[in-house]
Structure formats: C-alpha cells, structure tokens
C-alpha cells in the first residue's frame, strides 16, 4: 500500500468530508494532472494512500466520484458567488464592481482546478453538465437577474426588462471569462473591465454612479 498522503483540499472545502473529501481532492489532483480519462482508480487509491479496494467502499467507481467533485465544487461556487452578488448595491456600483473584478485573481487560483479540469469533461457529458448547470450556473443566474433587476430600477435603466435577459446573459460570459483568462493570460486592467461591465450592462447613463 503507498504511504497514504493528504491532498490538498484545492479549494473544494472538503476537509469536513473525512476519507470521502480526502479521495475527492486526490481526484481533483489526479485528474489534473492525467486528464478524467487517463486517471484510475488505482491512482487516487495511491494518492489517498489506501487499497483500490478501500476505495470502492466509499465510491462505486470513478463517475460516482466525479459526481461528486461537481457536487463538491458547485456548492462552494455557488454560495460564493451568491455572496459576491449580494454584496454590490447601486449607490455604490463602481467601487463594488472594481472589488469584484480585483476579486477575479483570487477566484481565479481558488476555482482553477474547477475551471480547467472540471468544467471541460462535464461539458462533454449531458447528465454530468445538467448536475453543474443545477448546482452551479442556474443559481448563480437567478441571484444575478435579481441583483440586475434591483440596480436596473434603483439606476432607472430605460427599457431594462426588455433587454435585461441578453444583458444577464452577457455578464455571465463577461465575468467566467474574465475568470478564465486570468488563468492563462496577463491580467486586463480592473478599470477598463468596470468600464466594459458598466457600458454593456446600460449603467454607465442608466443614472448616477457613485464611487
């Protein structure tokens, strides 16, 4: 048997799982490293340090236990991204928006396992990318169309309901995007991003920003 290790949690926030969070960011690292398909089960056992045997106790088989990243991340994802939202208020809608987006390089390191081992095998499987879109995208958006709705009225942004879809839709891809591209490229600056955010979204004459 290897000399069991502990793993890095990676930002899952699966300390408290016991055994289970240990295989979970063995896995995460694992899967990092040799891609889903050409990690085994054998492998996390030995980044765990227990039996292949051992492991099968806890998860039928490695689809359970990427099941159960998805399920481990969206949660983390999403209450943290919830949480940024319901920070940002319109009085203050420039100075929140530059936190958030000075935020993007610590959410950046934090989800980067999420984002690049993750996100691009769920997208290939239907029943694993709906579990991620439950857990992680449609709550996100829900919270971000009532932060949109509520800025939109408080800024008085002519025909908001009207446009407000496409434009939630827009930020979503603004925002990940940024996310993502801190990941691999040099950083853009804060203030052009807030200026892109503000002018796309219709809040930079929608009514008086303050600072």
């Known amino acids: 048997m290897a000399k069991q290790t502990q793993p890095a949690d990676s930002g899952l926030g699966v300390a408290a799982l016991g055994r289970k969070g240990q295989i979970l960011a063995a896995a995460l690292e694992v899967f990092g490293e040799c891609g889903y398909e ?11 340090g227990v039996s292949e045997a051992a492991l ?20 983390r994802v999403r209450e943290d991204g919830i949480a940024l939202l319901k920070a940002v208020r319109a009085e203050t809608l420039t100075r929140d928006l530059a936190t958030l987006v000075s935020d993007r390089r610590q959410t950046a390191r934090l989800y980067a396992p999420t984002i690049v081992v993750i996100l691009p095998v769920a997208v290939r499987n239907a029943a694993w990318l709906a579990e991620a879109r439950v857990l992680i995208f449609d709550p996100i958006r829900e919270a971000l169309i009532e ?63 303050k600072s």
């Open 56 to 75: 099968y106790r806890h998860f039928s088989g490695k689809e359970a236990i990427f099941l159960a990243l998805i399920g481990a991340v969206g949660t």
């Open 147 to 209: 932060k949109v709705t509520q800025i939109d009225v408080e800024l008085g942004v002519p025909d908001a309901e009207e446009t407000r879809s496409s434009r939630v839709r827009a930020l979503m891809s603004l925002f990940f995007g940024y996310i993502a591209s801190t990941i691999v490229l040099a950083d853009e600056q804060d203030q052009a991003i807030v200026e892109t955010v503000l002018r796309v979204m219709r809040w930079d004459s929608g009514g008086t920003l």
């Open 38 to 48: 050409g990690g085994s089960m054998r492998d996390i056992a030995s980044r765990v």
